[in-house]
């Protein structure tokens, strides 16, 4: 039995290089696999993806119903990717004046 679930994190307060570098070390592991090496992993987008690998986990489980599924079923395998999301702007002082600014767009993955 195949059973497909999603879970998605948006506007993570990291940029999508770095959220890539771990989902990249994720993608295609079994659940289990996926959460223990994500406790390991010394990197800061680490902990929001492994929510989002335990979420997508609970929502498998939740859409069959937990007396017909077995740990095998929802070991198989995971796709993690990321995606841009809208730029997340502040502003930084510029020279000369208190009242000219100059936008400083942070760039976060979905």
């Not at 990291?14 to 390991?40: M, N, P, Q, W, Y």
């Not at 986990?57 to 859409?63: L, P």
């Not at 119903?65 to 002082?93: V, Y």
């Amino acid at each position: 039995m195949h059973i497909e679930a999603t879970a998605k994190a948006r506007f993570l307060r990291t940029s999508g290089r770095k959220a890539r570098i771990v989902a990249d070390l994720v993608r295609g592991k079994g659940v289990d696999e996926a959460i223990a090496l994500l406790s390991f992993i010394p990197k800061r987008a680490a902990e929001p993806i492994k929510k989002v690998v335990k979420s997508a986990a609970a929502n498998a489980m939740s859409e069959v119903g937990t007396g017909r599924l077995k740990a095998e079923d929802l070991a198989r395998r995971g796709a993690a990717r990321t995606a841009r999301a809208p730029l997340s702007s502040h502003h930084n002082a510029r020279a000369r004046s208190l009242m000219r600014l100059a936008p400083a767009p942070a760039r976060t993955p979905h």
